[in-house]
């Protein structure tokens, strides 16, 4: 059975409409004078249990198959591995179902129980199956000798997605990247996030990772990343339809995911990476902590000054004029989402973090072997910090971020962790780094107030004061947790 690979695109913005798309398309070199196809399609999926394989039931023209895919793990946001199984269905889908597991002997297993979810002689899939009108065209394209697929397909509920795929030979993760890269500099397609449906606003936060104990360093890297990445497109994918506080949150949180990742797994990261992937990430990261730093000045900082002065009133002008900045800071991250060079560093990330998933190691290493060396070192990094109190303050900012690196370190390795440990030292990381946070958010928030034009002398002088206090505070509170934290510990059954 042929494995196939595939580059899922989506529209960018929700007016993108079938026929705009099709003749952005149609002026690609790779597409002109390409024939193509078009069909209404009618597809309802079959739940099943197993979560690496997806059964559906096309129809189309009146006539059903039954489609079987099963991903190749772990699927990266935009990028699959797959293996695809087809076969013509008949009136009673249930016995239809049945001879398709027997068909195959890898159907067997995922498929076994899929026949009772319709019923034996059932005609039609159950209400609760999903069900849903695609219009799809089709595309046969030759890049250089290796032919591809692009399947446009429009749904009522969602944007049109562009799906790009090729048999996983020789050559052809190179010919669906150049096609992809090309799709994506000439048309408003960007690399689907597979986190969030199409009309969904909702924030992405980072989801539980459990990485198997019998994965190696490789694997767990890229399903690490994977990870990442589905909260970073996730959350952009989201924002597209209005950049809330919570969106531009939850994009820091996916940066420093990424960032903890990056020192976790250094020994891997190469020249292509730092040539092509490092400059653009750090011109997001750039903008997006920008905007960052403003929510929390005027949504938490300013508000707090107010609140402690005796005549709030007096704040009121600055506030305002914090509000204008952090505007146009949000402005300028929201130019930068909806940029090509946004859209193609996400493709740049995802082909890279590819093609490091299907190289092989001469000599594999462990992950939990690799975890328990890293957990090791950067507990013994915070053990090893002097007293907080007497710490110049920008070593106490260095503190913050060890804490925070170890807290994101302890959230990839949670698979393998004591239940100990991740009931009790995330949280405990969690609430340090808050700690250490508000005394350099409060150091921030000086510097800041006092480059603004509309403070008056009371308030800078106000703002270091506030400062100085929230540092000696900070760093009590800071020490006190610094030291109840305990030597992380892995399951004793590994």
Known sequence: MTMWIEIALRAGQPGDGTAALTAALARLAAFTGQSSARALLHVREIPLKASDWRLTVETRDGARTLHAIQTEEPALPGFTRYRSFARPAGDDLGASLREFAEAEAALRAPLAKAHRVIGFAAQALPADCDGREIERIEWRIDMDGMFLRALLDTAADGHPELRLAAPAVDGSLDALFRLAGAVIDATPFVIASGATSSFNTDPVHATGLDVPPSATRRAAFVAMAASVAGQWFGNEAAARHGLGD??????????????TLLKLFRDDIDETWHTRIAPDLAWFGGL???????????????????????????????????RTRRQDARERLRDALASKRHARLALAFIEWLARFAVQEDAAPVSFIAFAARRIRKDYRRMAGVPDLVRLPAQERHRVRIHAKRLRYALEFFRSILSSQTRKHAGALLGQLQSALGEANDAAVAADRLAALPEATDYQRGFARAWSAAAARVDA??????????RRPRLKASL
């Open 476 to 485: 009590q509170e800071g020490e006190r947790l610094l030291r109840a934290l």
């Open 246 to 259: 919570e969106h531009v949150h939850q994009l820091r949180v996916a940066q420093r995911r990424l960032k």
């Open 288 to 322: 997006l902590a920008e905007a960052r730093d403003w929510d929390v000045f005027v949504g938490k900082t300013l508000p707090a000054y107010a609140a402690s002065d005796d005549d709030a009133a007096r704040w009121q002008a600055l506030i305002a004029a914090a």
